[in-house]
């Protein structure tokens, strides 16, 4: 009876902290709160409604996704992700995955399932949640950061565009050397975001100042690509 009072106990703190986490959220790229309530001792969220899918399920219905409309996806993920960490503190969601990112019917990108995510107050250690395949190593080891979120995403952007799932704690690479030369600018772009965000070390991982100059290259006149990729690389620079 005393461990299942507990564990009880746990499972509320648990929810009344999303619930709390998720009222303070305001972005209309996150689902929103609407209300929430235990009742005969279950509890209850009331989420806004999404008419749309996730992009796991969109993967899985009509295939992956070309290099063009990832990257799309991207620069709505980097919106997402430079709202969130830029809260005080920060926001570390723990499962940045295409289950948990929607795309509505007018195709607009809403991230949902904050029931993992770690508010960044002292960078105490915390429990190892998320997907295998998508958690970076500081994560594995109980002490995910900001950046623990952008290794999720060059994760997600491999899986949408190969439609295979990334190698656990690994670089992750979508185009091999020899395929390089042949590709189109916009498999090359994504293919350097995904080998940037995907580092095993935090502090080399692409920023999302980087992540943005890399995004905004595509809208570039050429003559500005290469001061553009300057701005990047500089962003890499421990």
Avoid: W
Wanted: a negative charge; charged letters at 25%; hydrophobic letters at 40%.
């Amino acid at each position: 009876l005393f461990f299942y009072l507990q564990s009880r106990k746990t499972a509320i703190n648990k929810f009344e902290q999303e619930a709390l986490l998720l009222k303070r959220l305001d972005s209309p790229h996150i689902v929103k709160l609407l209300d929430y309530f235990i009742e005969d001792h279950r509890t209850y969220f009331v989420l806004e409604h999404i008419d749309g899918m996730d992009l796991r399920k969109i993967v899985e219905t009509d295939g992956s996704m070309g290099a063009s409309s990832v990257l799309e996806l991207a620069s709505e993920m980097c919106n997402i992700l430079d709202y969130l960490h830029n809260l005080s503190p920060p926001v570390v969601h723990r499962d940045f995955t295409a289950d948990n990112l929607v795309l509505s019917g007018e195709n607009k990108l809403k991230l949902i399932d904050f029931e993992v995510a770690h508010q960044d107050i002292q960078r105490s250690t915390a429990t190892v949640v998320g997907k295998h395949c998508y958690i970076p190593p500081e994560q594995l080891r109980g002490k995910p950061e900001p950046a623990s979120d952008l290794y999720a995403m060059g994760c997600t952007l491999y899986y949408l565009h190969t439609g295979k799932e990334p190698e656990p704690l690994s670089r992750q690479n979508i185009l091999s050397h020899q395929e390089i030369a042949a590709a189109d600018e916009d498999k090359i772009i994504l293919h350097n975001i995904v080998n940037q965000l995907t580092f095993l070390e935090p502090n080399k991982r692409l920023s999302i100042k980087g992540l943005r100059a890399l995004l905004d290259r595509e809208m570039a006149p050429r003559e500005q690509i290469r001061v553009i990729e300057c701005k990047a690389e500089k962003e890499l620079a421990p």
